[in-house]
């Protein structure tokens, strides 16, 4: 019986990418705490690790996705990113190079996956289990798991008996595929394939891409970071990450302060083609209205569509790839660099699999409205189960016996998307009900780690063992989480930020939708107002020595 011993950690991070890096470093060198983090991977990097495919890439700017002046502005002076948007190597290097600085790697236990994580009431801590056999004990609990870290592999019929080689882009072999010469199809249309897809087709003797939803893709707008623009950010960085701290979505410009259907029909068109020209999200900012009303949201679509009829040669297939039954940006823009002229190679067909879904997976291929198309390889490039899944996969139990899962049945319920009531002494960065997949990660992931570091410091300071947010608060955050989201054109769309892509998947609006800017303004009200909304307690259970 352990009960009543000190805990092994003061804190327990499970991951090692953005979010459990910088948390493992403020816990251990800002507070001097015991602490580490586990992951399963054999290396740290998290989504940029696993996520190898051909084409894979950052969608947010090189130059504001990476740790801010909080962290050290000596790193972002040294450091310059080779393009506007990082490719996954470069960003996988980066994360390597900062566990490097800071020596975090010490005190993270790779190639280990928790296996169950039970709240122990008397000891008031977290027992941890991992496969390794291991059991580790910890006062506090950070899930540091990303929000697209559990993959989704539709369970079509037939799917192991196909004789070929089959990949998830999520899960992708480190050496490499060589796709050269082999028929190939992808499943699935999202912000990854789109990625891929251009690569894969240039060696592919013949490349299938099995569409059920066309996407509303934006131009990348990728290039290399010349000097100059190098030179141009390091000299605004603390401006730049001031902007981000406030704006809608993380980004350094924000959100036009004007509806679409204000200006005229030209002014709009040249608005919209700017935005195309430079590239990313910036067209889903270039007014404020887009996600809120339907008829400007349509302005944006129909620009969209316009630009997939220019470049696609073919216009049956043109209208194939345009979206028609959701608005624009109530599933997440894809960003292209090719995609769409992708379609006009000889040996690229497209194949749509809405109305007629894929019966199932052959020996030899893939079998859609009676055709079966042979294949060599599949590539699955179906998503994630997004921001719950690789939570409930840690099977959590906190007090009086009730899992996450259960207390999650139907749907998440948090305050302020970092707690949650029966679960004292956790913390989930990133997690669902904050902005997190709204935003631009890793203002976001700072943002939740400075805010529970501050939050254990405050708890330190005063003797205080344990948080817990109360009934009250945490019913006020999901009704306002609930109807902020509900404003939006959101819940039109069956995306996974609704939770619609995985079957039997509880329904609702699982990102935060009132902005970065003022989430943070929320989560410092809290803190400023003695973490309101939250009892704390000391316990008396055996404290670190
Ligand atoms: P996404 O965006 O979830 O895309 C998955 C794609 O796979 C999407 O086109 C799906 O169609 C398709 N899909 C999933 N299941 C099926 C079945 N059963 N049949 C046919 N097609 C299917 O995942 P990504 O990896 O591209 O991107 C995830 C996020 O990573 C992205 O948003 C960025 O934030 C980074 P659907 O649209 O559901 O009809």
């Not at 379609?343 to 020996?363: K, S």
């Not at 999650?408 to 913390?427: H, I």
């Not at 989201?485 to 009132?514: C, D, F």
Request: aromatic share 10%; with cysteine.
């Amino acid at each position: 019986d352990t009960r009543n011993d000190a805990p092994d950690l003061d804190a327990l991070i499970v991951g090692a990418g953005f979010s459990g890096l910088y948390m493992l470093h403020r816990l251990r060198d800002t507070l001097g705490m015991r602490v580490q983090a586990i992951e399963s991977a054999d290396d740290v990097g998290g989504t940029w690790y696993y996520n190898r495919y051909p084409g894979a890439r950052c969608d947010s700017e090189s130059y504001f996705y990476s740790f801010s002046d909080r962290l050290s502005e000596e790193l972002l002076q040294e450091w310059t990113w080779s393009e506007r948007f990082a490719g996954q190597p470069e960003i996988l290097s980066y994360l390597q190079h900062v566990a490097q600085r800071y020596d975090l790697r010490r005190d993270i236990r790779f190639s280990t996956t928790v296996t169950s994580a039970t709240w122990d009431e008397d000891g008031n801590r977290w027992v941890v289990e991992t496969d390794d056999g291991t059991r580790t004990s910890a006062r506090h609990l950070i899930t540091a798991v990303g929000c697209l870290s559990t993959t989704n592999l539709p369970d079509f019929p037939g799917r192991d008996g196909f004789r070929g080689e089959s990949y998830h882009t999520g899960r992708w072999p480190h050496e490499g595929v060589d796709f050269t010469g082999k028929r190939v199809a992808v499943i699935g249309t999202g912000a990854t394939s789109v990625q891929a897809v251009p690569e894969i087709a240039e060696q592919a003797e013949h490349l299938y891409v099995l569409q059920r939803t066309p996407n509303y893709d934006i131009s990348g707008g990728n290039r290399p970071m010349t000097e100059d623009d190098a030179k141009e950010i390091k000299e605004n960085y603390t401006d730049i990450w001031a902007r981000t701290r406030q704006t809608g979505f993380g980004f350094p410009y924000d959100i036009a302060d004007r509806p679409a259907l204000s200006v005229s029909e030209e002014e709009r068109q040249e608005i919209f083609e700017e935005a195309w020209a430079k590239g990313g999200f910036r067209l889903g900012t270039t007014f404020n209205d887009l996600l809120l009303d339907g008829a400007a949201n349509e302005t944006a679509a129909e620009f969209l569509r316009g630009k997939i009829r220019e470049k696609v040669r073919d216009p049956e297939v043109a209208e194939k790839l345009s979206p028609r039954n959701h608005p624009f940006f109530t599933k997440r823009p894809p960003l292209e660099n090719g995609y769409y002229d992708t379609f006009n190679r000889d040996n690229v067909t497209l194949i749509g699999v809405a109305e007629t879904p894929i019966e199932g997976i052959t020996e030899n291929g893939v079998r859609v409205d009676g055709t079966e198309y042979e294949v060599d390889a599949i590539v699955y490039a179906t998503g994630f189960d997004a921001m719950t899944g690789t939570l409930f996969r840690l099977g959590i139990t906190g007090r009086d016996g009730v899992g996450l899962k259960d207390k999650w049945a139907e749907g998440p319920s948090t305050y302020l998307g970092l707690t949650t009531r029966g679960f004292p002494n956790l913390f989930m960065l990133t997690g669902p009900q904050s902005p997190s997949v709204m935003s631009n990660m890793p203002v976001s992931i700072e943002q939740h780690v400075d805010w529970v570091t501050d939050c254990l410091r405050w708890m330190s300071e005063r003797g205080l063992d344990r948080i817990e947010p109360t009934a009250e608060a945490e019913d006020g955050w999901v009704s306002h989480h609930t109807e902020v989201g509900n404003m939006t054109l959101l819940p039109q769309a069956e995306s996974w930020w609704m939770g619609a892509n995985i079957p039997g998947k509880q329904r609702s609006v699982y990102p935060y939708m009132g902005g970065v800017g003022v989430y943070r303004g929320l989560c410092d009200d809290v803190a400023a107002k003695g973490y309101e909304g939250f009892e704390t307690a000391t316990t008396g259970a055996a404290s670190m020595a």
